[in-house]
């Protein structure tokens, strides 16, 4: 929700009342706010992915091992460190020089779309900006993929084969956002580091794909 109230009206008075400037801070802001809402998007993901896996794998100690303490405590923690991913990522973009051309090639502002239009080698700022990414988006990944291995193994060795599998089709849901999430977004980020250029439509859809889409599933 958060996420969406930050872009969506913006991109409504983009498209439907012809509104296209926003201020360099108010830019900057959105920036902040979409880096660390989406980096908070992927712990919670995660997050989804361990509850299933405990819930699977381990259900007669599920309320002792997912208490409302500990996912209070973790919420905290992933929206602290999303907040600091987000600020560093604005730091680095708002120290830049800008000079002109200063028309942002999206529909909001993302560290890719803003610090190609600074007048001096950002090669340094992208590649920090990247690792930070790969970071936030792989590593998480990986907890994903490892808890559904499990998930899968402790299915097959059930002796009660069909319930499991009912189970993990509780996942489904979850599956079908990861997907969405993670393979656009790993794509889009993967391609800006390369000399592949994409249509500025084909970004703004596969863009509105990862972030948008994701919540309402």
Same mark, same amino acid.
């Given at each position: 929700?958060?996420?969406?109230?930050?872009?969506?009206?913006?991109?409504?008075?983009?498209?439907?009342?012809?509104?296209?400037?926003?201020?360099?801070?108010?830019?900057?802001?959105?920036l902040f706010c979409v880096h660390s809402l989406g980096s908070l998007d992927s712990f919670i993901i995660m997050l989804m992915a361990i509850d299933r896996y405990v819930a699977i794998c381990k259900p007669l100690r599920y309320h002792s091992i997912i208490s409302n303490k500990l996912v209070t405590l973790l919420c905290y923690f992933f929206w602290v460190l999303a907040a600091l991913i987000g600020s560093i990522v604005a730091v680095i973009?708002?120290?830049?020089?800008?000079?002109?051309?200063?028309?942002?090639?999206?529909?909001?502002?993302?560290n890719s779309a803003v610090t190609v239009l600074a007048c001096v080698d950002v090669t340094l700022a992208r590649r920090t900006v990247f690792t930070l990414a790969m970071c936030v988006?792989? +590593?998480? #990944?990986?907890?994903? @993929?490892?808890?559904?291995? =499990?998930?899968?193994?402790?299915?097959?060795s059930s002796t009660n084969n069909e319930n499991s599998w009912k189970a993990f089709y509780t996942c489904t849901t979850h599956l079908m956002v990861i997907g969405?999430?993670?393979?656009?977004?790993?794509?889009?980020?993967?391609?800006?580091?390369?000399? +592949?250029? #994409?249509?500025?439509? @084909?970004?703004?859809?596969? =863009?509105?794909?990862?972030?948008?889409?994701p919540h309402l599933a």
């Open positions: 929700l958060l996420f969406d109230t930050i872009t969506l009206p913006k991109i409504i008075a983009k498209y439907w009342f012809g509104a296209r400037s926003i201020s360099f801070y108010g830019c900057i802001f959105q973009a708002g120290q830049l020089p800008y000079c002109g051309p200063n028309r942002v090639r999206n529909c909001f502002c993302v988006l792989l +590593l998480p #990944l990986a907890f994903i @993929i490892l808890s559904y291995i =499990l998930i899968i193994r402790v299915i097959h969405l999430y993670y393979i656009p977004r790993v794509f889009v980020y993967s391609t800006s580091q390369i000399p +592949l250029i #994409l249509d500025v439509d @084909i970004n703004v859809l596969l =863009l509105c794909l990862y972030t948008f889409v």
